[in-house]
């Protein structure tokens, strides 16, 4: 996939009624975010690659995002809350294996 598919791909899922739409009003679906995980594990960037603006704003910005939505999605949808931190630690993990640490 290139980094122009990629990009619309990752932008359907913060668009109004994708999947982080969904998850910003309290409402996580399990099954939705393999969506999301499996485009991430997809993702991989050679150590001496730069990648697009957009490609960085929607990937870094996405842990920040998961984290603060957590009360949101314990009040809304209180018997998902296990599985949404879960999903959040394992979108964090994905993240550092796609992009690395310092």
């Known amino acids: 996939m290139n980094i122009e598919e990629l990009i619309q791909k990752l932008e ?3 668009d109004t009624d ?3 739409d ?3 009003r309290g409402n ?3 099954d939705a975010s393999l969506s999301l995980l499996d485009l991430l594990r997809g993702i991989t960037i050679g150590e001496d690659e730069l990648i697009s603006k957009r490609l ?3 990937l870094w910005y996405l842990p920040s995002f998961l984290e ?3 009360q949101r999605v314990a009040e809304i949808s209180p ?7 879960r999903f959040v630690t ?4 994905t993240l550092e294996d796609v992009l690395g640490v310092p």
């Not at 018997?79 to 931190?85: H, K, L, N, P, V």
């Not at 394992?90 to 993990?93: M, P, R």
């Open 12 to 14: 359907s899922h913060w």
């Open 18 to 20: 994708g999947f982080l």
């Open 22 to 24: 969904t998850v910003r």
């Open 28 to 30: 996580f679906d399990a």
């Open 56 to 58: 960085l704003s929607l």
């Open 68 to 70: 603060w939505q957590k």
């Open 79 to 85: 018997a998902q809350t296990s599985a949404y931190e």
């Open 90 to 93: 394992e979108v964090h993990n």
